[in-house]
């Protein structure tokens, strides 16, 4: 019989990473996926353009959980979530990622007495300021099989007490997405349709700290006011950073262009193109280091140390003058990005030995 395992989507950046399992599983008898889709993100161009862009298959099931507070958000993902696992008794659950729909799922399975995976286990900021760091910490504390993307993933874990036999290193999902798709992602007119000249960056910024706050918000747009002049910087803007800026009356410096958030292909040509990408997402940081573009990231730390180790990626801060200070050293010294180890774009292959040795014991 199959072995029925329940994958947990919500937000934008879980789709990439779920993509490459979905189809390494669907398909192979030994296997049956369930996508569960939580609706943490329910825009189109936050949630269903992925679906077509990765070509992954509708969910079995939407939870239709929309936004709220992050308890709200976090409650109702586990009160719509558990009749479903009850329903279809899933053997193990697979979460990915830091997001809310991340640790709502490993909560309610875990309760459940269902065998909890968590994809990307063990990065640490150590900052938990961060709502990311609380759903990390909380989902690798009670996750019985942790796969992680990077070494320093292993250690945090360790230093946690997790079990070694435990953890495995399976390499990187999102990058995984990426090989497969930047042959037909640079077939995209994006850059056309936006007007860009050849050379531009390539902003984006979401992270409550740097946007919910109209004085922090405003450091970071005097230093991209500043790079404008002499780059010119495109910005899919996310839409809670549109709505804070809407509401505290924020003036943005001429030079900045706006667009909504792209898709899937279309970002990732964006990126491919750009000549440096100012950001504070966490997975655009190993995007750009696989891609080999200069990463600016808008943060003072980084749970993803093998960016800056290996990658293009530097920690700019986010104050104004710290901003400006790394892109002039970016100019200056412009780093050579090394793939990190099992970046190879065949994760999902190596999550599905490791699944396949602790689920289907034969
Ligand atoms: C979430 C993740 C973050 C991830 C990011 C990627 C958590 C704690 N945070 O942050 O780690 O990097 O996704 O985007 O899970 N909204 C829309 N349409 C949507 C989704 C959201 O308009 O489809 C707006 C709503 O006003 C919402 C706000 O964006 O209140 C924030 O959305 P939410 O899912 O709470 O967190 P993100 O900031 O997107």
């Keep these: 019989m199959a072995v029925k395992i329940a994958l947990i989507a919500g937000a934008r950046p879980n789709f990439m990473k779920i993509a490459p399992l979905m189809h390494a599983l669907t398909g192979d008898s030994a296997w049956d996926p369930i996508l569960i889709h939580t609706g943490q993100h329910y825009d189109h161009n936050m949630s269903g353009q992925f679906f077509s862009d990765l070509e992954i298959a509708p969910p079995r099931y939407h939870l239709e959980v929309g936004s709220g507070s992050h308890a709200q958000q976090t409650a109702e993902i586990m009160k719509r979530l558990e009749p479903v696992l009850l329903e279809s008794q899933p053997a193990a659950i697979l979460v990915v990622g830091d997001v809310n729909s991340t640790v709502a799922g490993a909560l309610v399975a ?9 994809v990307e286990a063990g990065l640490r900021s150590f900052d938990r ?15 019985d ?5 990077e070494e320093s993933g292993r250690a945090n874990l360790l230093r946690e007490g997790i079990p070694a036999e435990r953890i495995h290193a399976v390499g990187n999902l999102m990058i995984d997405s990426l090989k497969k798709n930047l042959t037909r992602a640079m077939e995209s007119d994006v850059t056309k349709r936006l007007e860009l000249p050849e050379r531009y960056g390539l902003v984006t910024l979401h992270r409550p700290a740097n946007v919910d706050d109209a004085g922090q918000l405003g450091e970071i747009l005097g230093a991209l006011e500043e790079i404008g002049k002499e780059l010119p910087l495109i910005w899919p803007m996310h839409p809670r950073t549109r709505g804070r ?5 924020a003036v943005l410096p001429a030079g900045l262009r706006l667009t909504d958030p792209l898709g899937y292909l279309d970002f990732l040509c964006l990126q491919a193109k750009s000549a440096v990408v100012l950001t504070d997402s966490g997975g655009i940081q190993e995007e750009t280091t696989v891609l080999r573009v200069p990463c600016l990231t808008l943060r003072d730390n980084t749970e993803r140390p093998i960016t800056i180790e290996h990658g293009s990626n530097r920690l700019a801060g986010t104050r104004k003058q710290s ?15 090394m793939q990190p180890p099992l970046w190879d774009g065949q994760a999902a292959q190596r999550c599905k030995e490791v699944l ?7």
């Excluded at 875990?110 to 968590?118: C, E, N, Q, T, Y």
């Excluded at 099989?145 to 993307?149: E, M, R, S, Y």
């Excluded at 901003?323 to 990005?337: K, Q, S, V, Y």
């Design 110 to 118: 875990a309760k459940l007495g269902i065998f909890v995976v968590h």
């Design 129 to 143: 300021t961060m709502p990311e760091e609380i759903n990390r910490v909380v989902t690798d504390s009670i996750s």
């Design 145 to 149: 099989l942790l796969l992680i993307t």
């Design 245 to 249: 800026i809407e509401s505290n009356g």
């Design 323 to 337: 901003i400006l200070a790394a892109w002039e050293d970016a100019l200056r010294n412009p780093r050579t990005a």
């Design 356 to 362: 396949a040795r602790v689920l289907i014991r034969s």
